[in-house]
């Protein structure tokens, strides 16, 4: 008898303080297009980038926790670089599917520059978190590395999303440190989720033939090891928007989610 070979269906949750994640979740889908998702978007809890380390950690298990039990998923993608370094490794102590996070990628930088300076720009609580202040310390006995935190490009990514016109002035503001430095960083992590999303106005204030470096990188061989090395059961086969706030931005966002190939939206309380 012919054996019947099930293909399993593979759903990940993934979740983000706003619209960044999707930065992530586009990669993912357009590497795997059979992958289902669950994005939360912890908007009642936004921005995690000015909040403590330990702040984000509790809200990331209750998160996980939650959504958990309600809804089957086979990993959890942590798609914001602020959340994954304050909770990622621990965080894997607290629950048995696995978890993968996305953190700035310095070490592949360090291939790519070529003036040997690398420019990071990522939240406050992204720079400030130890890991990455140690990593900065070790390259930088070869590297001039450089760093800006804002919260200000977050909220204008999260404005182009709603479809505003997005000042390339307010761009160039946030990067005038840097304009003061001998030489301007060729090479730059955005170490934020959000800051893909507006890629193309970044290109376009800033100087010309910079490369651009996010977290997408490594993403995609973390999701192919996991699918390879674990066997999933069950889980939802749908894609959907869990938010956790009902505000005018989440109308604002909708359509451009559901663009995204999202299937509807559902408010979910966490607390
Ligand atoms: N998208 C998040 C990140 O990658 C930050 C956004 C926020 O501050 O909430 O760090």
Redesign the pocket.
Known sequence: MNKILLKPKITIFIF???V?GISIYNQIKKKFPEIYFIYLLDNQF????IKSKNCIFKRCIKILKKVSYQYHFSLAIIA???ASVSSIPMIQNYFSFPIIGVTPVIKYSINKTNNGVIGIV??KT?LEHYSIKKKIKYFSKNYIIETISS?KL?LLAEDKIQGFNISLKKIKKIFNPWYKLKIFPDTIILG???FPLIIDELKETLPKNIKFLDSKIDIISKIQKIITNHKFLFSIQKNFILYTKYTLKIVKIKKYLLNQGFNFFKKFKIK
Do not use: E, I, L
Request: glycine fraction near 16%; proline fraction near 5%; aromatic fraction near 10%.
């Open positions: 983000d303080s706003g960044g936004f921005p995690y980038g914001c670089n602020t990522a939240t992204t919260k977050v934020c989720t959000h």
